[in-house]
C-alpha cells in the first residue's frame, strides 16, 4: 500500500496497482496550477516538517527550456508540466518513487522506506528539474529514502527523452531552498555567502578544504576562489567553479540554506550557506582579453583580413582583369551586335561623315608613310628578346594609333593604361581607382584606405607602435600590379593542351618559346607630368620590366618626353630599348592626308547615269595653297586634321592656316605670357617671352646659351623642363645631355612671329625682361660696391690688392653701361605703349 497526502491535511491510501490509475484521476489533488516556480504560497521556500523531506530530481528538462517560463508563462501549469514530465522521463514523479521505494524489499527498512508518500512536486523548469517533497514514517529518514531513489536511478539510468545524453540524478536537500521565479539562469559558477543563524551572529568564514568537502559530492570542481584577505566586503563569500552546469545546479537546490555547525568549522552558533549564481560570461573575458593586448590582437585581424582578401577577393578580381583585357563583357563582342553592326554600317558611316565623327578619315596616308615602323614594331613582338620597345614623338603626332590601331590590329589579349588618368586623379583613392579602372581591377575598396588610416593612427597612439592596418599608396599600386600580372600569364597559358608537342614544357619555357602567345601591354602617356612625382612611374617601370624578364607579356611605351631613357634605365639598367621615334608626318604625306581627308565620304559613281564624278579635291581649285600652307602648320596630325576639317567647311587653305596660326598665338598669349596665372607657374613671364622672341627669328637655339641669359640665370633648367612639359618648346637631346631648343608645335614658329610683330604686346613683355636684366646688373653693382667698400676699411691698403680693385671697378663700370643702355630701351618701350593701342 502506497499511502498519498492530501493539501487539506487527509491522508489517502490505494493499492500500488491502483496509484498510477488514482494519480491520473487526482492530479490536481497534490499539484497546485499555479506559481508552480515561485515555492509554496509563493513564498520562495519549501517548509519540510517531521517526517518529511525534500529531493531534487536533475536532468529532467533541457536548460533551454528556460526561455519558453520566461517568454510565455502560461506553459507553467500543472497540466502542462505533468505532460512535459512523461513526455521526457517516461512516467510522472510518483511512479518514479513508487518504483524506487519497492526496489528496496531486500533491506531492513524495506518496509519503512516503502510508506513513503509524495506530498507535493514543484517543478524548476529554468533549471532542468523538480523538487519532489515525500513524507515517511518515524522508522526511516529522508536519506533513506534518497538513497532509494539514487540507487534505483543510478541502476536503471533513465534517460529523458528530451535529453539523451544524460540520465536523470536525484540529491537530497540538506538546506532550505530557495524556490525563485527570477530571471537569474544558471551558470558553472556559484558564489557561496556565509551568514550568521542569528542576526548579528558570528559568521566562519569556510576553508578551500572544507567547502571542497561539501560540494565535490555533486560533481567534479574546477576551481575555488576565496575572497582576498585584504578584502572589506560583506558578507564573506567565495566562488565555486564546477566543471558542468548541471552539477552547479544540483549543488545549488541541495546545500541552498544549509547550516554548518560548529563541529563542522561553522562557528559557536553555526554559519548558513547563502548559495546563488555567478555569471560568468565567455565572451566577456574573450573581450577584455582582446582590448587588453592590442599589440596582439590588431596585427592578427590585419592578418586575418588580408587572408580572407587574398582567398576570396583577388581571385574575383584577377578574373575581371582578364575579362577587361579579352573584352569578354564588351558590348563590342557580342554576336546580335555585330549581326545589327553589319546591317547598319552604311548607316552609320554616313552619319559620322555628316557630323565630321570619322576619325579614321585620311589616315591610310599616314600609315602608308609609317609603315616601316608599324612592320617594324610587329616584327619585334614576334621575336623573344626581354626588353622594352619605346615609342617616342610629340603630342599628336599619332604615337597611340598606331601601334594600337595597326600594330597591334589583330592582337586580341592587349591591355592599354593611360597614365594621364592615373595622374590627373586627386588624392591616394582616386589614383587607386584610376589604376584600377585601367586594368580592370574589381572590386577596389579604396575608401577603407583612409578608414584604416585613422585606425593605424588611433591604434598607434594608444600602443605605440604601427599596426599595418593602412597601406600607403605604394603598397596599393603593388598589388593591382600583382593581380594584373597573374591575369596576364593566365591568358598566355589559356591556349595550352595536354597534346601540343611542347607540352613537357614549363610554364616559362613555354612563354620564352611562344613569343606570339604573350599578350602585349600598352603604357601611354608615360612620363606624363613626371615633375610632380615619379612614384607612379618608378612603380610602373618596375612592374612592366618583371612582366618582360619573365616573358609574360610584351611592353610597348608612348611617351612624349625625350629623356625617357633615365626613368627606363632605373628599371632594367642593363637592356638597351628598341625605339621607335615618331616625328611630324612630311609634307607628301600631310598633303595626301588632306586630300583623302576630304575625299572620304564621296560617291565614286553616280547612282543615275553610271558617269564617275570629280572628288571634292578635284573640283576645288584652291588646293594649289597647299604647297604655301603646308611648310607652316608642319606635319603635325592634330593640326592637318583641323586644317582638313575647315577646308571641308569651305574655307581656303590660307584662311584656315591663318585661322589656325591666329589661334594659337592667342593659346600662348593667354597660357604662356599671361601674368594671371604666374603663381601656378614654375616659369615666369619674362622667361616664356625670351624664347618666344628668339624661336622667332630662329627655329633652333642652344639649350645652354639660353641659360646663359639674364632671365634665366635663376631656375633656368627648371622652367625650360616645365615649358617643355607644357608643349611651348620641344628640347632635344643626344646621348642624354639636352643640346638645342625648338617650337613645340610647327606652327607655333608662325605663332611666334604673329606676337612678335605685335608692337604693344612686345614692348609690355620687353619691358619685363628688361627689368629682370636691369635687376641682375643691380645686384651685380650691389655685391662690387660691397666688396669695395669691405677692401677699403682695411688699415693698409696691400699692392696685392690693387688688381681686385681695379678688376671689381671694371665690373661697376661695365654693368652700369648697360644699365643706361637697357633704361634707354625701356624708355623707348614706354613711349610706345603710351602712344599705341
Known sequence: MLSRHIPCGRVATYPRSSILQHTRLCQPVWRRCASLEAGENRSGHISAGPNEGVIFLNNIFPLSFQWLFFRVPSVATGDAITRLLRLSVGHEPSELLEKATGATSSSANAHAISTASILEVLPRIKEGGAFIKFSHGPDVTSAQIENAVSEYLHKKKIRPWLLPLHHVASGLVRGKPWVEDLYRLPSQRLKVEFLPTKPGGEVAELSQEELYSYFRPYGKLADIVSQPPDSKVLPKFAFIDFGHTRQAVMAKNCLHGYVVGEAQGGGKSGTVLRLSYEKKQKAGWIWDWLTSHPRIVIPLVAALIAGITVTIFDPIRTASIKAHVTGTFSVNNYRILKWLRRRTEDLLNSVRRRYGMESGAGMEAIWDDRRASIDQIQTWLMETADTFIVVQGPRGSGKKELVIDQALKHRRNKLVIDCKAIKEARGDAATINAAATEVGYRPVFSWMNSMSGLIDLAAQGTTGIKTGFSETLENQLVKIWANTSTALKELALEGRKKDDRDAHLGDDEYLEAHPERRPVVVIDNFLYKSQDGSIIYDKLSDWAASLVTSNVAHVIFLTHDVSFSKSLAKAMPDRVFRTIPLSDCSEDAARRYVINHLDFDAPEVDTEDGIKKLTPSQQRKDLAELNDVLPVLGGRLTDLEFLARRIKTGETPRKATREIVEQAASEIQKLFLAASNEEHRTWTCPQAWYLVKQLAGSESLRYNEILLSDVYKTGGE????????????????????????????????????????????????????????????????????????????????????????????????????????????????????????
Open 718 to 837: 627648371a622652367a625650360l623642363t616645365a615649358l617643355e612639359q607644357a608643349e611651348l618648346i620641344t628640347i632635344q637631346s643626344y646621348n642624354g645631355r639636352a643640346y638645342s631648343v625648338k617650337p613645340g608645335r610647327p606652327v607655333y614658329f608662325s605663332a611666334f612671329k604673329r606676337l612678335v610683330e605685335d608692337s604693344v604686346l612686345a614692348s609690355k613683355l620687353d619691358l619685363a625682361v628688361l627689368a629682370e636684366s636691369i635687376k641682375a646688373e643691380t645686384q651685380t653693382i650691389e655685391k662690387c660696391e660691397q666688396e669695395l667698400h669691405l677692401l677699403g676699411e682695411l688699415p693698409k691698403q696691400p699692392a696685392e690688392l690693387t688688381g681686385r680693385v681695379q678688376w671689381l671697378l671694371g665690373k661697376i663700370q661695365t654693368s652700369q653701361v648697360k644699365v643706361e643702355g637697357l633704361e634707354t630701351q625701356s624708355a623707348a618701350l614706354k613711349k610706345v605703349l603710351t602712344t599705341e593701342y
